[in-house]
């Protein structure tokens, strides 16, 4: 009789174990099936973005700047302002 009681608890064990394997397997699945939708629409986004003529990568963003004509370097005018910065004494309150 311990022989037959042994069988059945052999065949849980076994169908416990696939039933979770399955599971996995099917959470695998549905997660990849999700990613590849969302990576989808994310792309349909970016198309639309780029069809209305914005800039939609870094390098395009950057080509889209311009500097305008006759435009001089303002980091001169800063370095003159900041000359004339002065700390201030507590004596002078």
Not at 30 to 38: D, G, K, T
Request: charged share 30%.
């Amino acid at each position: 009789m311990d022989e037959c009681e042994q069988v059945p608890k052999k065949r849980r064990r076994l169908t416990i174990w696939r039933i979770s394997i399955l599971l996995l397997l099917i959470g695998a699945v549905a997660f990849v099936i999700f990613r590849l939708r969302l990576k989808s629409k994310l792309n349909a986004h970016i198309e639309a973005i780029r069809a209305a003529g914005y800039p939609v990568t870094g390098a395009e963003l950057d080509a889209s700047y311009s500097i305008p004509f006759g435009a001089e370097n303002a980091a001169h005018e800063i370095l003159d302002a900041i000359s004339f910065i002065r700390k201030w004494d507590k004596s002078e309150d």
